[in-house]
């Protein structure tokens, strides 16, 4: 009997909407008895919008982490990992979602600094954020571009190139400070910590 990765995500997100968290990614590697699926959580959209209060406040700001835009925090504390991983564990063993032994390991946790971006909303809400990306195929004969993400418009995201320092192949054959990037060619992206 496969896994259903579709099945197990709609059981985290179902788990994670009662924790007040979403689910960013969900992962199944290895076999045998060492298997493990990973589970990626943040803080959902009244979450956040309780850490833009929390930076208003000046108080509380000096609670939140220097140098790291508000908007690239999840929010997500050890104690909702753990108390997310606990039920949401329980509903794993108790539907049987991953057949075979029960031997697995299950790993909860904030997507950190440098997530993934997966999805559109990912690109509108990073905004304004450096951004590393690989596409399918070249563009401007380079699959691979670091820049400043300062537009989406729901199909192309452009980088402004001149963000950062480009090395290699990028930086000889880049004739242009910016890079506009179709979103179905994008491979793989995330964002890069700017500490």
Known sequence: ?????ESIRAT????????????VEVEFAGGGKHRTLRVFVEKDEAGRAALRAQAEDPEQAELLPKGVPLEVLSGTTH????????????????????????????????????????KPADWT??????VKLQTFTPVEA?????????????????????????????KKSSTSQTVSIALHNVEKAHLVAEI
Do not use: W
């Open 12 to 23: 985290a997100e179902r788990v994670a909407t009662s924790h007040g968290l979403e689910v």
């Open 79 to 118: 104690e909702d990992c753990a108390a997310f991983a606990q039920d949401f564990g329980t509903v794993l063993d108790v539907e049987e979602l991953i057949p075979g032994t029960t031997e697995y390991t299950l790993e909860v946790s904030s997507p950190g600094l440098e997530r993934k971006l997966l």
């Open 1 to 5: 009997m496969a896994i259903s990765l």
């Open 142 to 170: 380079n699959r691979h571009f670091t820049g400043r993400l300062t537009a989406f418009d729901g199909t192309d995201l452009t980088l402004d190139l001149s963000a950062v320092k480009q090395k290699g192949k990028a």
């Open 125 to 130: 809400r990073f905004n304004g954020q450096i």
